[in-house]
C-alpha cells in the first residue's frame, strides 16, 4: 500500500512562488519505479490534471496553463515528489493534490484516475 502526504500549502500574493511537497511511502517499491503527478481542484471546480513525471525516463508533462511556471521533481532518496510554483495567480488557487501509479499513463489520462493519491493541500492566492 502506497501511503501519500502533501506538504507545504499556505497564502501567497499573486506572483510569489511556493513549493509543496509529497512524502511517499510504501511497503513494497519506492518513489523511483512509480510515476508521479499533481492534480488541483479550485472551489466549484472539478479536480485538473497539473503535471507528471515519468520513472522510467523522467519525461514530464504539464497542463497547458502551468507549462512554463509549475516544475515537477523527484528526489528518490528522500522519497519526496516537490511541485515549484512560480508566478502564481490567483486562479492557481486551488486544493493540490499528489498522485502516483507504476503507470504515467493513468496519471495524465483524462478517463483514468491514479492508483494512489494524497488527502491535498491548500495553496490560496490572492491578488
Known amino acids: 500500500q502506497v501511503q501519500l502526504v502533501e506538504s507545504g500549502g499556505g497564502s501567497v500574493q499573486a506572483g510569489e512562488s511556493l513549493t509543496l511537497s509529497c512524502r511517499f511511502s510504501?511497503?513494497?517499491?519506492?518513489?523511483?519505479?512509480?510515476?508521479m503527478g499533481w492534480f488541483r481542484q479550485p472551489p466549484g471546480k472539478e479536480r485538473e490534471f497539473v503535471t507528471a513525471?515519468?520513472?522510467?525516463?523522467?519525461?514530464?508533462s504539464s497542463g497547458d496553463s502551468v507549462k512554463g511556471r509549475f516544475t515537477i521533481s523527484k528526489d528518490n532518496a528522500k522519497n519526496t515528489v516537490y511541485l515549484q510554483m512560480n508566478n502564481l495567480k490567483p486562479e492557481d488557487t486551488a486544493v493540490y493534490y499528489c498522485?502516483?501509479?507504476?503507470?504515467?499513463?493513468?496519471?495524465?489520462?483524462?478517463?483514468?484516475?491514479?492508483?494512489?493519491w494524497g488527502q491535498g493541500t491548500q495553496v490560496t492566492v490572492s491578488s
Open positions: 510504501s511497503g513494497a517499491w519506492s518513489v523511483s519505479r512509480y510515476a
Open positions: 498522485a502516483a501509479d507504476r503507470q504515467m499513463w493513468r496519471i495524465t489520462s483524462p478517463t483514468v484516475n491514479p492508483s494512489y
Open positions: 513525471t515519468d520513472w522510467r525516463d523522467g519525461s514530464t
